[in-house]
């Protein structure tokens, strides 16, 4: 038989399973998915003798791709370059990073499908996984998803998963792997989207931004009971209703003729005194009196219809600084209001 070439990855594969022995090779296979796993125990039934020197060729790439995988890791591509480099040169440091980048990249395609998940049967997959892989999958989700996920878990796992979303730089590619694999065993139908991932603290600052003030509140004193710099620096990243009283009073007034005004008297039953003041203080004494009038209107409220209507002003506002029409200042670092 034949020493494997570059193009022999399943060849190389059977071998390996060969040479890891039974129990090894059975863990392999409870985490592949089920074509896989076809497809390489019919290459072992095929395997003839194959030869020593093939033997030592397929365990070397096995470790360097181990390495590889455990210097990215560890510290990063620069750091796992710069290790490689001195082990086994420019050609193969660039071979290996590639090729593990290139995995990477397939596992990420299946991440990305969690999209269009249906979010209380994706809740109740991550329920039983660990934080930091939850905060992966939160990472291929948009915000308002992913808060709505987080929402569905233990409340006790919340702040850990958004900490470990805040510190999210890149993923190691054997977690990737296995929260693919496992997403293809245990999820149907998912559509494949366009790559829309976000990780660290702008990340869960947008997370958070999403969920209602209380719940967030609680989950940032959680976080800076164990990292006060940390739980600072998402707070600085965030921006809510209340830190409106940062807007200047014409940015103020461009936002107003923007909204709905049954949305903005409805937001306003949860507002505090000084915002309202803001609020009165950009609109002409007619427009004020109609706006009071229609929260008269209102009566008892729901508090989650106020942090919703709240969530849509939010939205509105970071859309007009994206159009440059309105600078919101949300470096302040104030005690965060609810």
């Known amino acids: 038989m034949a020493t494997p070439t570059a193009n022999s990855g399943l060849q190389k594969a059977a071998i390996l399973m060969v040479l890891l022995g039974e129990d090894a090779a059975s863990h392999i296979y409870h985490n592949l998915p089920e074509n896989d796993v ?101 990472a291929h989700l948009n915000s308002r998803q992913a808060s709505t996920i987080l929402m569905r878990l233990p409340e006790e796992a919340r702040a850990e998963t958004v900490k470990r979303l805040a510190q999210l730089r890149q993923f190691s590619p054997e977690v990737a792997q296995k929260v693919a694999i496992a997403l293809n065993k245990r999820l149907e139908s998912l559509g ?22 209380i719940t967030s509140k609680g989950i940032l004193e959680i976080i800076e009971k164990d990292d006060p710099k940390m739980s600072l620096a998402i707070r600085n990243l965030m921006f809510t209703f209340e830190d409106l009283l940062g807007v200047p009073e014409a940015g103020v007034r461009e936002l107003l003729g ?33 706006l009071k009038e229609d929260m008269e209107i209102l009566g008892a409220v729901r508090a989650k219809d106020v942090n919703h209507a709240q969530r849509e002003i939010v939205d509105v506002a970071r859309r007009l600084e994206a159009e ?14 609810v």
């Open 258 to 290: 923007q909204l709905d005004k049954k949305t903005l008297a409805m937001s306003l039953r949860g507002a505090s005194e000084e915002l309202k003041t803001l609020i009165f203080k950009s609109m002409s004494s007619r427009a004020v009196d109609m």
């Open 324 to 337: 440059g029409k309105l600078v919101l200042s949300a470096e302040s670092q104030e005690e965060y209001v």
């Open 38 to 138: 076809q497809r390489l125990t019919r290459r072992i039934a095929e395997l003839e003798h194959f030869k020593p020197d093939a033997a030592i060729a397929v365990l070397e790439e096995y470790y360097q791709l181990t390495l590889t995988q455990g210097y990215l890791a560890e510290g990063g591509p620069e750091y796992a370059q710069r290790l490689l480099v001195k082990a086994f040169g420019e050609g193969g440091a660039k071979r290996l990073l590639d090729q593990v980048s290139n995995a990477m990249e397939q596992n990420a395609v299946h991440l990305e499908s969690l999209q269009d998940a249906d979010p209380q049967q994706l809740a109740k997959f991550l329920e039983v996984e660990h934080p930091q892989t939850i905060a992966l999958i939160l």
């Open 192 to 213: 494949e989207q366009s790559r829309r991932a976000y990780a660290g603290f702008k990340g869960a600052a947008e997370l958070l931004n999403q969920l209602d003030p």
